[in-house]
Structures are given as structure tokens and as C-alpha cells.
């Protein structure tokens, strides 16, 4: 009876939450309680499934919360704004250095986790100078995508803090052994750009000498000019008067919000801060509780102007906070009533006895086309804590099944995944067809997770097979 009502619910759940018939709280709430009540457990049984599985996923909630606080404020106060400035300067009129700025660019406004944001920030700077230079701009999707997926992994981001929320296992001891993998794929998403950089420059034989339209960093408008779909070379004007191609100008949308006063000590603020979730001296939600505390004393003093910020960024928080706590009743539920073990057991005596020890190899080399399939919730709620179960069965560590996931899985392949919403902004903004940025990107993306994978396998964090 648990087997098979651990599998309907499992089922069900994965329907609705690929199907977008409903949102992820309804599903993963309504569907595990309906399924206790329809056991036979009674309501304080499933009340006590409930609390446990919120009490679980408490902590990671509250660092996700408070990191988009904090990486907020630091926005608004101008922490990054140098950083956009100094890539822009750099890019030039050249193709390479265009696009080793645009990942580079990416994983710099990914450092707060949010896709949308760096979505939003990187497209509409770097547009301009790939339609000035008849750049593809299926490029510019790739090396954003890139370059956003793979600071992914930080713990702040969605899938490392799902990952923590169905394994139970703190977001920073998934992350601080995978850094140095992680800075592996950093330098492979800049060679990868580099490679494209120069085919980009090849393909266009000459340097343009259209001046482009100065963009708002930050805003959604699409930038005029280049092609719509696959970027092809579209007619570049000429102008005698200018030698070059400039980079566009850069405005903030807040400028009252700045704080250039306080840039070093706010930059000091989120070197410490980071360098206390590797240490792993404080909690990390304690962390990023504290650091937001100074933030917002000493760059925005006052209740009122405290308030604003928060409330700026409040609704991300919220939105992401309500998934977790959804999914920790869903997990509650599974794994307090036995569920999740029934399947597991079933599952370990079906799989081929071969395959057991070698899953964290086989999640890793999936992980990214995996993102096709399963959006960050149906994966890390419904299919990761049963591949856990199974993996146990075969001595593999619930650890290295969540490791293995994190280095593509809705992190490099978020990008590529119809199930995000932040995947529909990227090519929107960009002006290419889904099909041509997944066709594209999908190979790039998956060698990316491929070389995370890997370099975590050769470290010793990851096993590839358990003896």
C-alpha cells in the first residue's frame, strides 16, 4: 500500500508541476496530505508529518530569504555597478573580448543567484555591441546562460537549496567541497567563450563601425537592430566619422539608492561573508541574517528607507520561501510515513544490481539534458529524495547523489529548461527562437556539467562508483 501510493503521489505531483497546471505550493502540499488522509492516517499523524518536515527545511529557508535580502541591498547600494562598467570598457569593438565579457559579466550578476536579474542586467548591456558588430545573438544566450549556470551552484542559488531541503544536509557542506569544481567550469565557460569569440570574429571577417544604442542596465526593453531568431549577419551600417565600436552607456536605474561612499566597505562586507560560509564558522543563515543587519544599518539608516529595501526585494524572498516550506511538508509526509522507504526498497530490488553503485556517475552525466525534463521542484522533491533512498540500498551517500545533481541539474541546464521561467525571459530578451537556444546551447551546457562533474569525481568529493 505505501509503495504504491508513494509512487501515484510521486506521479501526480511530477504532473502537475510540469504540466504548470497549478503552482508549486498547491501541488506540493495538496497532493502528499490528500494521500495520508487517504491511508488512513489520521489528522495529528499527518500534523506531526507536517512539522517535522517544515522543522527540517526551517534552516535552509531562512538563508535563501536572507541572502536575496542581502545580495539585494548590495545592488541597490551600487556593489556591482563597477564591475558592469569595467567589463563594458573591456569588451571593446572586438568579438572575443565581447564575449568572454558577456559569461564573465553573467557570472558576476549572478553572484546574488537570481536568473532573472542577471538576465535582465547582461542582455540589454551587451546587446547593443553584438547587433553593432553582427554578432549572433544566439551567442549572447549562451554565454549568458553559461555563465549564469554555473554560479548556479552557490547555495543561495535554487538548486543547492532544494538539494539541502530534500537530503536534510546543510546547503553549505553540498557546496564549500564542490568550489574548487565549481571554479573549474568558471574557466571553462570563459574558454568556451573565447572559442566562440573567435569563430564569431572569423565569421564576420571585419570589424563594423556602427556606433551602438546606449542601453539601461537592469531594464527588460529589447536593444534595436540584429536578428530575431539565429542572428545571422544582418546589414551593418558605416560611419566614416567613427572608428570604432563604442560600449554602451551605462545608467543605473536607482541612482538615489547608490552609496559610492561605502563601495569598499560594502565590498569587504560580501568578501567576509561569503568567506564565513566556506569557513563554515556560523550557520549560514546566520550569516546572511547578520550581514543584511549591517547592510541595511549603515547604507540605509532609518526604518522607512529600510523597509523600501526590504519590501523591494520581498516578493522573490517570499516566492522562494513558500516552495521550500511546500516542500518540506511534501517531504515530511513521504518520509514520516514510510513512503519514500517502500519505494526505495521496491526500487533497490528491481535495479540491476551493477547499476547501484555507480548512480552519482550516472545522475552526473544526465544532470544537465535531465533539465529538459524536470524543472528544479519536480526533481529535487520528487525524484532526487527516491534516488537518494535508492542509492542508500547500494551504500551511496545521500550526499553524493544531491553533489552529483548540483553540478547540472537546473544549475548548468537551467538555461536550457522549458520548466524555468527565468529560460522564456532569457531568450526573449535576447530575440532567439527556443529551439535554436536549446539546440545550441544544449551541447556547451552539458560539456560545462560534464567538467563540474568531473573535477569533483577527480578531488574525491564525488564517487563514481562505491565499492
Known amino acids: 500500500m505505501l509503495t504504491v501510493m508513494g509512487f501515484a503521489t510521486i506521479a501526480v505531483v511530477l504532473a502537475l508541476l510540469l504540466s504548470n497546471r497549478v503552482g508549486a505550493v498547491v501541488a506540493l502540499i495538496g497532493v502528499p496530505v490528500t494521500a495520508a488522509f487517504l491511508m488512513g492516517f489520521g489528522p495529528g499523524e499527518v500534523a506531526a508529518f507536517v512539522g517535522a518536515g517544515i522543522g527540517g527545511v526551517a534552516a535552509t529557508t531562512a538563508m535563501f530569504v536572507f541572502a536575496i535580502l542581502f545580495f539585494g541591498v548590495m545592488r541597490d547600494a551600487g556593489l ?172 543605473s536605474e536607482n541612482p538615489h539608492l547608490l552609496r559610492p561612499r561605502l563601495y569598499w566597505f560594502n565590498a569587504l562586507l560580501t568578501l567576509a561573508t561569503v568567506g564565513m560560509l566556506i569557513s563554515g564558522v556560523l550557520p549560514p543563515e546566520l550569516v546572511f541574517m547578520l550581514a543584511l543587519v549591517i547592510a541595511l544599518v549603515l547604507n540605509y539608516p532609518g526604518m522607512k528607507e529600510q523597509t523600501d529595501r526590504i519590501d523591494a526585494h520581498a516578493k522573490g524572498a517570499i516566492l522562494m520561501a513558500s516552495t521550500l516550506l511546500s516542500a518540506g ?32 556517475l550516472l545522475i552526473g552525466v544526465l544532470a544537465v539534458p535531465m533539465s529538459l525534463i524536470f524543472g528544479p521542484d519536480a526533481y529535487y522533491f520528487a525524484v532526487m529524495p527516491v534516488l537518494a533512498a535508492v542509492g542508500e540500498g547500494f551504500g551511496v551517500e545521500p550526499l553524493h547523489v544531491a553533489q552529483a545533481s548540483i553540478t547540472g541539474q537546473e544549475t548548468v541546464g537551467f538555461p536550457i529548461s522549458p520548466m524555468t521561467g527565468s529560460f522564456y525571459l532569457l531568450v526573449g530578451l535576447c530575440g532567439v527562437s527556443i529551439g535554436s537556444h536549446i539546440r545550441f546551447l544544449l551541447p556547451w551546457a552539458w560539456l560545462v556539467g560534464l567538467v563540474v562533474f568531473g573535477a569533483g569525481a577527480a578531488m574525491g568529493v564525488i564517487p563514481l562508483w562505491v565499492s
Open 80 to 251: 556591482f555597478d563597477p564591475i558592469v562598467r569595467r567589463v563594458l570598457r573591456f569588451a571593446g569593438n572586438n568579438p572575443v573580448t565581447i564575449a568572454v565579457a558577456t559569461v564573465v559579466l553573467a557570472m558576476a550578476a549572478h553572484l546574488d543567484g537570481a536568473g532573472a536579474t542577471t538576465f535582465l542586467i547582461t542582455v540589454p548591456a551587451m546587446l547593443p555591441l553584438y547587433d553593432a558588430l553582427g554578432m549572433r545573438r544566439l551567442i549572447l544566450a549562451a554565454l549568458t546562460g553559461l555563465g549564469a549556470g554555473v554560479m548556479n551552484i552557490v547555495p543561495w542559488g535554487g538548486p543547492t537549496a532544494r538539494a539541502a531541503t530534500a537530503t536534510g544536509i546543510p546547503a553549505n557542506d553540498l557546496w564549500a567541497p564542490l568550489i574548487p569544481a565549481q571554479i573549474i567550469g568558471m574557466v571553462t565557460c570563459v574558454a568556451i567563450a573565447y572559442y566562440l569569440g573567435v569563430r564569431e570574429r572569423n565569421r564576420i571577417g571585419a570589424t563594423p563601425d556602427r556606433e551602438p544604442t546606449p542601453s539601461r542596465v537592469g531594464g527588460g526593453d529589447h536593444a534595436p537592430g540584429g536578428s530575431d531568431v539565429e542572428g545571422s549577419d544582418a546589414p551593418r551600417e558605416h560611419d566614416s566619422d567613427q572608428g570604432s565600436v563604442r560600449p554602451p552607456a551605462y545608467e
Open 329 to 360: 511538508v511534501f517531504l515530511g509526509v513521504m518520509e514520516e510515513s514510510g513512503m519514500i522507504q517502500a519505494m526505495a526498497e521496491s526500487m533497490t530490488g528491481v535495479m540491476p544490481s551493477f547499476l547501484g553503485p555507480g548512480l552519482p
